[in-house]
């Protein structure tokens, strides 16, 4: 019966790691990705903005799609964060 308890026991113990991991590798993932894009972002957006305002009349959409087209050779890693959210707005996700 011990033997017995103590596999039940490693078992919740696995499942418990393996349900909370992943989780924690995610946020620690968006977090240096997100200190990444806010290194160099400050620099570079206000540069993009004018410009792409200028091109559409959306202003949400003028700031996404600009942006990113300008933003792609100078900052490649928030140019590809601009166009996943100006695809997320495309395919209906909320703004909030």
Partial sequence: ???????????????????????????????????????????????????ASRRAADSDQAILEGGADETDIAHPLLARELKLVTTEIRAGKPRL
Wanted: glycine share 8%; net charge positive; aromatic share 12%.
């Fill in 1 to 51: 019966m011990v033997g017995g308890a103590a596999k039940w026991l490693a078992a919740l113990f696995a499942a418990i790691v393996g349900y909370s991991l992943p989780g924690f590798y995610v946020d620690h993932e968006r977090a240096l990705r997100q200190k990444a894009i806010r290194k160099r972002a400050c620099r570079t957006r206000w540069i993009c903005l004018p410009s």
